[in-house]
């Protein structure tokens, strides 16, 4: 019986961090969308107009026998800077602001803790958003495993290819065979 459990993590472009999960073995389902923000039912127009308060997030679930949180909470915070505020890279707005939304309290806990141990190894301040899950936004089909889809696209190829390249070599004991 798998241990199933949901996951909600920002940190940049959904692109990047959507495709990075979906490597990774226990992890179910991967979609990209929106939360955190103060309207209904946003599109990616609204989020890229920065008003809707809305954050680019991944929510998966994932097996918790198989990959655990903490696990998951060590690939994000390798996967993108916590201590950039609202911004990745050349990409910069709310929507792109470091966040764990989380679903439980032992979640919370996990997040809180591995933020403190990561928050004595950095000299910049750690500056994401820990929250209570809220309600979540399903991305535009187009924006769901868009780097599969779109390997030749150039944000795909410059930014995210490197990205994934390391993430493989680092997390390679943890990836689906
Ligand atoms: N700078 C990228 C980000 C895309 S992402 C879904 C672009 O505009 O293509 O925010």
């Known amino acids: 019986m798998a241990n199933l459990q949901t996951a909600t993590f920002g940190g940049g472009c959904f692109w990047c ?10 992890v179910e389902s991967v979609q990209s969308g929106y939360a955190g923000g ?36 060590n690939m994000f915070f390798t996967l993108h800077d916590p201590t950039q505020l609202n911004r990745q890279g050349n990409d910069i707005g709310t929507q792109y602001r470091s966040v764990v939304f989380y679903h439980d309290q032992q979640q919370q806990q996990q997040t809180q803790d591995c933020i403190a141990q990561l928050q004595s190894q950095l000299s910049e301040k750690i500056v994401t958003e820990v929250s209570p899950a809220p309600e979540f936004y399903p991305a535009e089909h187009y924006h769901q495993d868009y780097y599969t889809e779109n390997p030749n696209q150039g944000y795909c190829s410059v930014m995210i290819a490197p990205k994934i390249a390391k993430f493989e070599s680092h997390f390679a004991a943890n990836l689906k065979h």
Request: charged share 20%.
């Open 17 to 26: 961090i959507d495709a990075a999960f979906r490597r990774v073995n226990g």
């Open 38 to 73: 103060h309207t209904d039912n946003p599109t990616y127009q609204m989020i890229c107009r920065g008003d809707s308060g809305h954050a680019e997030v991944v929510q998966l679930q994932f097996d918790a026998d198989i990959v655990s949180f903490d696990t998951l909470l």
